[in-house]
């Protein structure tokens, strides 16, 4: 085995890390990776922050170079280079060097597919236009970035009040643009509940973001040079410098569908619990594949770095000869509006509604640090529980400086079955400059046992 | 049973948390609280933020008042109130009113002592010096608050390393008192390893705290006008205006074991699970008890505002008829010095060792937040696990913003009895504000995988 090849289909967090992974368990492993973009293991997630001018230069956002993965991993990472198409039959990729413009076939005896995410936009007038951005690859944030310093905008309209979306309307503020925010559902952030979700379209509503929901997109209008001029919805026209859509993303699944690979939840690959597709041989991880909730017992798509480096790693293990399987997502995940800390992980209680699940659900409002400490502040903690048994399946948190974070303890306490009264039971810490002396997300529990 | 009478002796987090819970079960109980003290439920961790000027009234670390819980919940409360002496067999106590100065006796059907615990202050040369302080009774606080105002001290000498230790030396940096800092162990905090107090004992040196280890106090120099001089230790003198003694604390126990109550760990008050004493109708709760260990199995004593509250609270359901035990703890604590950010969890590697444990421990150093994001400091995390089984038993953090509070992660995941494997499948939350993708816990659950 250790003489057989590796192909990877994109360097970015899940492709990367299985790819070390496999260098490290073995050594003298062929290992081939084809990126389509220009760079390899870089944090998409900090690119908001990056065209905000919070990061200095975008080469911080890099975890690793393709040159560091070549000279020191002995890796043969090859970047700027699409795979058009993947043959299952004969275990070989159609690759095409985008720079040269050719196209060669690269045969493997395993295939790691870590295609990523795409963010979806939708066909409509002036959707091209210059100044109008997705976010995706890296290359797609220098991009902005690039255009703020050059064109220097005034307005900008963010189109999605989802994570994109609020850490975009940030950065654009950061930069001392006016900022718009359309979205077509009548709440903020639809991975939480629209009672947490309010508390943050207030906030962001005070720092001077004019939020329109329920509004749908509905073209763009382009200027006689061909930049944006305006975006229109379905209620009005807002005049636009800068356009961001931050509408989801769809899994880069088409590929392997073409290859005759199964796709599942949300047309995301299908994988089972150690990352194999349908196809022998064939693994898949990160954002292009479905995950396993732990809670509905389902698969899911969840397109998050944690999820695509955790995926990365087990499909390394298990490509390398290992046996491992990926422990389960509860589609965790924490951002911030300016000073508000937003998290969430597990079912909302929406998700649970859907699911025709017998929940309970509770919120309180404390604050935090203690009351009468400097920069005391209200936090806001919504748990759901699973009515019988009274186990936490869910938690929101929206607060201030020091809140978010605190969802990491409702995660564990839901991957460990805890009950209502086992999380009030719970030994957590207390000094005033951190928290009360019970811990907010406990005085959620409280409130359901 | 709603018409038999409490008497609690204690006013503060244990007494009035068992008394509120018992009124809200028994609306028509009578219930008597006797408390020597000047103040009700006040936040004693919240006296060294008052003392150094950040809480801007004492009455801030007031919860709830005599008078509210006189008006409102219908309890007698009596402060100044110092209650002598138990008497099991005719179920009654010796009450003196220190303020008239007459003694009385009050029955009761069921008694809980809640009289806390005491700093050590050594019987020596000078420790009774004006200008010497302990911390206890929120007056204390007042009283040290109330010396600098007047006094206006130049040098301060705090002894004791402890949580009291580096809070109070906090508090004197705050209000532009030069610090020195004495401790007769080898290290800083002795609830943590070596390892991990001295990278809290660099970074004092490094804000200008004068810390001299392995230096035992031998008495305490006084002027002529009976006030502080300096502080003999038995290597030097250190000058000193004001003296914080932090030598830790013992339980106020006195009573009960006069009153032929058994003592347990510590001589604090031997309690089982209910809260109970040795002797009949008769419980204890807060720092003057003792508490079931998760990790060991034990009783131990650990005095701490969160743990009183849980007694109080466990107390106050078995009062009023129900039926519940005190979950055990973890000692968990957190504090902070200055920007670095201090915890720990469960046991300590030297706590492992002491106990002939079989253990495995792990040291990581990593950034929070993630290291391109601004403010991005280091932050060290270890972890102690039990060798065979690998489930964590103790963990301990030191870092910066928002680093500490992630120690409930860890006393969640050691309640639930998860191994480092469990951590590492964790589903915890990342963005770049927070955290690196793999959140330090992780990191360092990957260290002993």
Redesign the interface.
């Known amino acids: 085995m250790n003489n057989q090849k590796l192909v990877v289909i994109g360097g970015d967090?899940a492709g990367m890390s299985a790819a070390s992974k496999v260098r490290r368990a073995q050594p003298e492993r062929e290992i081939v990776v084809f990126e389509q973009g220009n760079h390899t293991s870089y944090?998409a997630?900090?690119m908001p922050?990056y065209i905000g001018g919070?990061?200095?230069s975008e080469d911080?956002?890099i975890a690793r170079k393709p040159e560091v993965f070549r000279q020191k991993q002995n890796m043969d990472v090859r970047i700027r280079h699409e795979v058009m198409e993947i043959d299952v039959q004969n275990k070989r990729v159609r690759v095409r060097n985008l720079d040269e413009g050719n196209e060669f076939w690269e045969t493997w005896d395993d295939l790691l597919i870590a295609t990523g995410a795409s963010p979806i936009a939708p066909k409509m007038e002036g959707i091209n236009a210059d100044g109008v951005f997705t976010l995706s690859l890296l290359q797609s944030g220098i991009d902005v970035f690039d255009f703020i310093e050059k064109a220097k905008p005034a307005k900008a309209v963010v189109v999605g009040g989802g994570y994109i979306g609020i850490e975009m309307a940030e950065a654009f503020i950061e930069r001392s643009i006016e900022v718009s925010l359309i979205d077509m559902a009548p709440q903020m952030m639809t991975t939480l509940d629209p009672d947490m979700a309010d508390l943050i379209l207030d906030y962001m509503k005070e720092q001077q973001v004019a939020v329109f929901l329920e509004e749908k997109l509905v073209k763009i209008e382009t200027k006689a040079d061909g930049s944006v001029k305006s975006v229109t919805t379905d209620k009005q026209s807002l005049p636009a410098d800068i356009v961001i859509l931050g509408m989801g993303v769809k899994p880069n699944s088409e590929l392997a569908a073409k290859a005759g690979i199964k796709l599942g939840a949300n047309d995301a690959i299908g994988v089972n619990k150690r990352l194999e597709t349908s196809a022998p041989h064939v693994w898949a991880a990160g954002d292009c594949a479905e995950s396993f909730h732990?809670v509905t017992q389902k698969q899911v798509h969840i397109a998050?770095?944690?999820?695509a480096?955790?995926h990365g790693l087990a499909a390394g293990i298990n490509i390398s000869g290992g046996n491992t399987e990926f422990?389960?997502?509860?589609?965790?995940?924490?951002?911030?509006f300016k000073e508000m800390?937003i998290?969430r992980?597990g079912l909302s209680e929406k998700e649970a509604k859907a699911l025709k699940m017998d929940y309970q659900a509770e919120t309180i409002t404390s604050v935090s640090p203690?009351?009468?400490?400097?920069g005391a502040e209200k936090i806001t903690v919504k748990l759901v529980v699973d009515k019988q048994s009274k186990r936490l399946i869910g938690g929101q948190i929206v607060g201030f400086k020091?809140s978010?974070?605190?969802?990491?303890?409702i995660?564990?306490?839901i991957?460990?079955?805890?009950t209502a009264q086992?999380v009030v039971?719970?030994?957590?810490?207390?000094?005033?400059?951190?928290?009360t002396?019970?811990?907010p997300?406990q005085m959620a529990a409280r409130q359901l046992v």
């Open positions: 967090a944090s997630c900090g922050y919070l990061v200095e911080e956002l732990l998050l770095g944690t999820v480096n955790k422990p389960g997502v509860l589609g965790t995940a924490i951002t911030k800390e998290s992980t203690s009351g009468y400490y400097p020091g978010a974070k605190r969802i990491d303890t995660a564990t306490a991957t460990a079955g805890l086992q039971d719970l030994d957590l810490a207390y000094a005033p400059p951190f928290s002396v019970w811990d997300v």
